[in-house]
């Protein structure tokens, strides 16, 4: 799978998820740190990707349907803490994300 990392979170997310087999690039590396929401929507639904954020207003943002969100609803978290956190729950989302759930709130 390919993800695009949301400037909320920290980069080191590529890496875990790189680590398990993924594709992944953050958004102050393949847009910019000032990107807005809509010029990140646009490159998720351009290059396929599965936008990964902790922003709600990607949920209207990807409508109808222009790719697949990862919505992740955990407060702010150190790096190793976010790991954890996604590794209790990475098998149901890495389910999930192979079916066909285009919307996937993670809390």
Same mark, same amino acid.
């Given at each position: 799978?390919? +993800?695009l990392i949301d400037a909320?979170?920290?980069?080191?997310?590529?890496?875990? &998820?790189?680590? !398990? $087999?993924?594709?992944?690039?953050?958004?102050?590396?393949?847009?910019?740190?000032?990107?807005?929401?809509?010029? *990140?929507?646009?490159?998720?639904?351009?290059?396929?990707l599965i936008l990964v954020?902790?922003?709600?207003? +990607?949920?209207?943002? !990807?409508?109808?349907? !222009? +790719?697949?969100?990862?919505?992740?609803?955990? $407060?702010?978290a150190t790096n190793r803490?976010?790991?954890?956190?996604?590794?209790?729950?990475? &098998?149901? *989302?890495?389910?999930?994300?192979?079916?066909?759930? !285009?919307? *996937?709130?993670?809390?």
């Amino acid at each position: 799978m390919n +993800f695009l990392i949301d400037a909320q979170l920290p980069p080191a997310l590529c890496r875990w &998820l790189e680590a !398990r $087999g993924h594709k992944a690039v953050h958004v102050m590396d393949a847009l910019s740190v000032s990107a807005t929401d809509a010029a *990140i929507a646009d490159y998720c639904e351009a290059n396929a990707l599965i936008l990964v954020t902790k922003d709600e207003d +990607f949920l209207t943002l !990807r409508l109808p349907d !222009r +790719f697949n969100l990862l919505w992740l609803r955990c $407060g702010n978290a150190t790096n190793r803490a976010l790991s954890a956190w996604l590794e209790a729950r990475w &098998l149901k *989302i890495e389910q999930l994300l192979q079916g066909d759930e !285009r919307v *996937i709130e993670s809390r």
